[in-house]
T-cell receptor, first 110, second 117 residues
Framework: GQNIDQPTEMTATEGAIVQINCTYQ??????LFWYQQHAGEAPTFLSY????GLEEKGRFSSFLSRSKGYSYLLLKELQMKDSASYLC???????????FGTGTRLLVSP | EPEVTQTPSHQVTQMGQEVILRCVPISNHLYFYWYRQILGQKVEFLVSFYNNEISEKSEIFDDQFSVERPDGSNFTLKIRSTKLEDSAMYFCASIPGQVPSYNSPLHFGNGTRLTVT
């Protein structure tokens, strides 16, 4: 089976750092993606990990441990516009399909 | 930057009616997908399409659903007889290239919100 777990909701204040965790158990693994989704909008790509370790991209970083089936997304210097849902998704083997977790809704307050 | 475009943005239909959701993927993309998201729930895979045929489909994608690429640009999802539980946001997505690399992200369209009454 396939299972991708994330916390449902998190809150943080502007300027802070927040870490959103994702654990997964999937039948195949060709990498893990993080997407941002504002309410009523399409998911937009943030980052990709296929090897263990940290990938940094400006204010956003993503970490992967394949042996633990674990990833996190780190958001630094939070801004109000970062209030959104953050979706963890695993790419299976085969035809490049992404399997999404339930998403974490992040609320950034002043 | 090229975009995946979807029409209409919002479709209201009565239970039992047929609907066709339309997508224009980015022009040099070859792998196409439909996903849906019921309000407040996760993004769910429906079907992938490559080389003019379905490459994979989920258990959600039953006989009521079909996909087609009627010409070189459009990619459509048809629901033959809509049910109340088909109400959701439907996203089209695509991946570039002849042989996409593993880090190729899906590019999503803005979605069609389908409301079945």
């Amino acid at each position: 089976g396939q299972n991708i777990d994330q916390p449902t909701e998190m809150t943080a204040t502007e300027g802070a750092i927040v870490q959103i965790n994702c654990t997964y158990q999937t039948s195949g693994f060709n990498g893990l993606f993080w997407y941002q989704q504002h309410a009523g909008e399409a998911p937009t790509f943030l980052s990709y990990n296929v090897l263990d370790g940290l990938e940094e991209k400006g204010r956003f970083s993503s970490f992967l441990s394949r042996s633990k089936g674990y990833s996190y997304l780190l958001l630094k210097e939070l801004q109000m516009k970062d209030s959104a849902s953050y979706l963890c998704a695993v790419k299976n083997t085969g035809f490049q399909k992404l399997v999404f977790g339930t998403g974490t809704r992040l609320l950034v307050s002043p | 930057e090229p975009e995946v475009t979807q029409t209409p943005s919002h479709q209201v239909t009565q239970m039992g009616q047929e609907v066709i959701l339309r997508c224009v993927p980015i022009s040099n993309h070859l792998y196409f997908y439909w996903y849906r998201q019921i309000l407040g729930q996760k993004v769910e895979f429906l079907v992938s399409f490559y080389n003019n045929e379905i490459s994979e489909k989920s258990e959600i994608f039953d006989d009521q659903f079909s996909v087609e690429r009627p010409d070189g640009s459009n990619f459509t999802l048809k629901i033959r007889s809509t049910k109340l539980e088909d109400s959701a946001m439907y996203f089209c997505a695509s991946i570039p290239g002849q042989v996409p690399s593993y880090n190729s992200p899906l590019h999503f369209g803005n979605g069609t919100r389908l409301t079945v009454t």
